[in-house]
């Protein structure tokens, strides 16, 4: 019987062995094309395609968005991943372009559909997805919000009418950004494809409310991402205390800025940071949630971000990581931790959690 239940083990340590190998390949741009496809194919033959989070989905639109790119070598490391930037600034300097017009006349009157049910049952219908936003506190007529295919919107009505703002950027699509907290004209985007992955081509900062951008020093000549990298920007984050320091979590690690991104300087690298949070009184105190070695943990610093330490371990997540991560002035020291599990709350900064509830219907996250 032991011997069984040992051959069963093994066996599934392969096939996750597997699994996880042409995903691999997929980010690996030494690996030719058509050896992810062999790969996957293999995977797949034993594999219920059908089955939800098989990774079929997400494995058909990566070749959807890559196989006519590198079609018919399949070569994918001889491409220079600062084409696209390196065009549109060429383009720019040839033709004095501005990066966007101050007051932008739009030509295009919308003609709908206006409502999803239109177009399908699903509560996924892939209109206008938004992915980041942000509502003035003094002001809740003020406000942006960001789009994966769409870009950045702005709106001084309260969203009666909406102006985009990275219309004339060199790519369309806006994942996350952050607004100083000091000034609701100064804002930092992520610029990235709007394809599934999200890629950033890097982070663009505008000073006048999104009329026009520039390039932070955390771009494709200066980092290695844009076209056929595989860098996610996951989250920007001012200082809520000291707007010159700015945090960027990434899938290639935590990021910190001390000039507004004028210059950066990598914290932890080979990490997949997806939260950042601050502490709502203690200019010291920030935490963050990575989801490559610690699931089950938060980092904590007490030094403004120089160094960071882990929380005990959070009983019960089970290594969920659709994680987020929220703080509250009416419980300084509490920081709330929430996954498809439920929702973890600790009044220790931290250190440890205690289980508050189990999760209503969705896919995790809360306010407080």
Known sequence: MKNYITILLTLFFISNLYSQEYKKMMDDRNVNLYDVIKEAEKYFKTHDKSKKGSGWKPYQRWLYENEAKYYPSGIRNNADPNIAIKEFIKIKKATNARLAPSDLNNPWVELGP????TITSSPSAGMGRVEDFYVDPNDTNYMFLSSRSGGL???TDGGANWLP?????FSCGVSNFDVSP?????????VNNSGYHQYSNGIYKSTDGGDTWNATAFNPLNITMGL????????IMYHPFDDNIVFVGTNNGLYRSVDKLDSWTLLISDIDVTEIAFHPTNENIIYFYEKTNEKNKIHISTDKGLTFTTSNEIIGNDNKTNVKLSTSPACPDCIYFSSKNGVWKSSNNGLDFTFQSNPTAGSGGFCV
């Open 114 to 117: 206006f409502k999803m049910d």
């Open 153 to 155: 919107f702005k709106t």
């Open 165 to 169: 703002k990275t219309d004339f950027l």
């Open 182 to 190: 000091t000034d609701r004209n100064e804002l930092l985007i992520n």
């Open 228 to 235: 056929g990298e595989t860098m996610i920007v996951e989250q």
